[in-house]
C-alpha cells in the first residue's frame, strides 16, 4: 500500500501511473475493484466536491463508506487506539483535517492506505486534480507557465508542491508579506500575468480582502496573459472577491465541468494507493 499524505512523496512517475489509471476508470476494468471493502472518511459538513466525487467514486467501485466529521479525531481517545480499532474494519482511509501531523501519525497505526483529503498546508487530491484536467485541454500542461494570485496558504502550497514535483514553472502575486518561500514572486499583477498560461486563485479570509483589493482577476486581467490562458480558480471563488464576475463568465474559465475529473482522479488514487 502507499499513502497519500503529501505530493512529495510521490515521483513525477508514480504521478503519471495515477493519471494512467485515471484514463482506464471509464473502461469498466476497474468496476469491483472495492467489492466488499470499505472507506472510512472524515469529512466537515461543509466539504462539497471533494466529498462528493470519493463517495460517488467509491460506489462506481462496489464499496461502501462510513463518515465522521474530522472532530471525531480530536477527542482524548489516543490516536494509536482509534488507528487500532479501525485496523479490523477499514480498507482505506480518507481524512479532511487541518492538521497533516495527525494524518502522520494515524498512517503509522494503519494498516490500510491513508489519504490526505486537504489539510492546513496542503491539497494533493485537488492538485492531482487539476494536473489531470489541465493535461486534457493543454498541448503541454508541464510547459506551461502557471501563476498563482492569492496568499501563502495550503492551496498556494499545493501548487508549489506539485511545481516542484512536476516541474513547471510557477509565480505568485500578491501583497507584500504574503509570500511563500523560494517562489517567484510579483506584487503587480499586471506585471505578474504577463507571459502566463494557467492563472490560479484561492478565495480569501474576509480580514485580508482589503490588503488584496488591487490584486482581483478580472477579463481585463486576464487578457495580459498569453494566447489562449486559462483561469483556474480554486472552488468555493467569490465573484466580487478574488475574481470578478465577469471573468468567471467568459471563456478564460476553465469551467464547472474542469472539476468533473475528480471523479476518476479520487478513484485512481485510492486503487493506486491499494495496490502499491
Not at 466529498?51 to 489516543?78: H, M, N, Y
Not at 492531482?128 to 485541454?137: G, V
Not at 482581483?216 to 486559462?230: D, F, H, R, S
Amino acid at each position: 500500500m502507499k499513502n497519500l499524505i503529501r505530493l512529495s512523496d510521490y515521483s513525477k512517475k508514480e504521478i503519471f501511473d495515477i493519471f494512467q489509471i485515471a484514463d482506464e476508470i471509464d473502461s469498466g476494468r476497474y468496476r469491483n475493484f472495492l467489492s466488499g471493502k470499505t472507506a472510512v472518511m472524515f469529512f466537515p459538513t461543509s466539504s462539497i466536491r471533494t466529498r462528493v466525487s470519493f463517495e460517488k467514486g467509491i460506489s462506481l467501485l462496489g464499496g461502501q463508506t462510513i463518515i465522521f466529521p474530522p472532530e471525531a479525531l480530536d477527542k482524548k481517545e489516543d490516536i494509536r487506539d482509534v488507528a487500532g480499532y479501525l485496523n479490523n474494519w477499514a480498507d482505506v482511509l480518507i481524512i479532511r483535517h487541518n492538521d497533516i501531523h495527525l494524518l502522520d501519525k494515524i498512517s503509522r497505526y494503519a494498516h490500510c492506505p491513508v489519504i490526505n483529503a486537504m489539510t492546513s498546508v496542503n491539497h494533493p487530491c485537488e492538485m492531482l486534480s487539476d494536473m489531470y484536467a489541465l493535461s486534457k485541454i493543454r498541448n503541454d500542461f508541464l510547459n506551461d507557465n502557471y501563476l498563482f494570485c492569492g496568499m501563502n496558504g495550503n492551496i498556494g502550497l499545493a501548487w508549489k508542491e506539485a511545481s516542484e514535483v512536476l516541474g513547471f514553472s510557477l509565480s505568485q502575486c500578491c501583497p507584500k508579506g504574503y509570500e511563500m518561500e523560494n517562489v517567484n514572486t510579483y506584487n503587480d499583477i499586471l506585471t505578474a500575468v504577463f507571459g502566463k498560461d494557467i492563472i490560479c486563485t484561492d478565495s480569501l479570509p474576509k480580514k485580508y480582502l482589503a490588503d488584496f483589493r488591487d490584486y482581483q482577476i478580472t477579463t481585463a486581467v486576464m487578457q495580459k496573459a498569453n494566447k489562449g490562458a486559462v483561469l483556474n480558480p480554486c472552488p468555493p471563488f467569490y465573484r466580487g472577491e478574488e475574481v470578478s464576475d465577469d471573468v468567471i463568465d467568459s471563456s478564460y474559465f476553465a469551467g464547472y465541468s474542469f472539476k468533473k475529473y475528480l471523479l476518476q482522479i479520487q478513484q485512481a488514487i485510492i486503487i493506486y494507493s491499494m495496490t502499491r
